[in-house]
């Protein structure tokens, strides 16, 4: 079972970039999948995550400039970056998500259990 | 949004000690909490999910307990590879998760 990411690098501010992560192993069209990044130093953030049902789901800090989709097909998860900011510059993970939600709300969860290896984004003119 | 905070930030321990991280939600999270480990430049690793479940595959010196909105992790006995951050983080609000700000174990 093994994600792997790439697809990073230098863009300048207001550029795009498109970063990909390829699922071996399992299915990432039957499980929940999560964009997480890390700016530099500091800590987590949740970023972005489609469903199994193909549902997108975006930070405040993101939204309407970054765009999650998924090739069954290829296995691949991705994560569209456009209008991108100083700001946005972190290592950007993929991971699978284990939550068990019902229309009550979360009824179980199994943490984020596979990780990519994560791809550096740096915006910089 | 659920905010969570860690404390400490940091904490210097010795090899064999005992340490506890305390992780507190802004709100009633009942036990969706996850702990990870990430070590420099690699990824973070799962370590107990739903505040008190060990991932399998993970050392049983690391136990997890709580609920509502005060949880710990702690590491019964410090091994030399444990020295990294800890990542507190909550799926009560999934899939608007939040991470805890982390907590870097030193060695003394």
């Known amino acids: 079972v093994l994600l792997v990411v790439c697809g990073g690098g230098l863009a300048q501010p207001g550029g795009s970039l498109r970063l990909s992560c390829a699922a071996s192993?399992?299915?990432?069209?039957?499980?929940?999948m999560s964009w997480v990044r890390q700016a530099p130093g500091k800590g987590l953030e949740w970023v972005s995550l489609?469903?199994?049902?193909?549902?997108?789901y975006y930070a405040d800090s993101v939204k309407g400039r970054f765009s999650i989709s998924r090739d069954n097909l290829m296995n691949t998860v991705y994560l569209q970056l456009n209008g991108l900011r100083a700001e946005d510059t972190a290592v950007y993970y993929c991971?699978?998500?284990?939550?068990?939600?019902?229309?009550?709300?979360?009824?179980?969860?199994?943490?984020?259990?596979?990780w990519g290896q994560g791809t550096t984004v740096t915006v910089s003119s | 949004d659920i905010q969570m905070t860690q404390s400490p930030s940091s904490v210097s321990a010795s090899v064999g000690d005992r340490v506890t991280i305390t992780c507190r939600a802004s709100?009633?999270?009942?036990?969706?909490l996850a702990w990870y480990q990430q070590k420099p430049g690699k990824a973070p690793k799962l370590l107990i999910y739903a505040a008190s479940h060990l991932q399998t595959g993970v050392p049983s010196r690391f136990s997890g307990s709580g609920s509502g909105t005060d949880f710990t992790l702690t590491i019964s006995s410090l091994q030399p590879e444990d020295f990294a951050t800890y990542f507190c983080q909550q799926a009560n609000s999934f899939p608007s998760i939040t991470f805890g700000q982390g907590t870097r174990l030193e060695i003394k």
């Open positions: 709100e009633d999270i009942s036990t969706w």
């Open positions: 991971a699978r998500d284990l939550p068990t939600i019902t229309i009550f709300g979360v009824e179980d969860y199994h943490g984020m259990d596979v």
């Open positions: 489609i469903y199994a049902g193909g549902s997108p």
């Open positions: 192993g399992f299915s990432a069209s039957g499980h929940y």
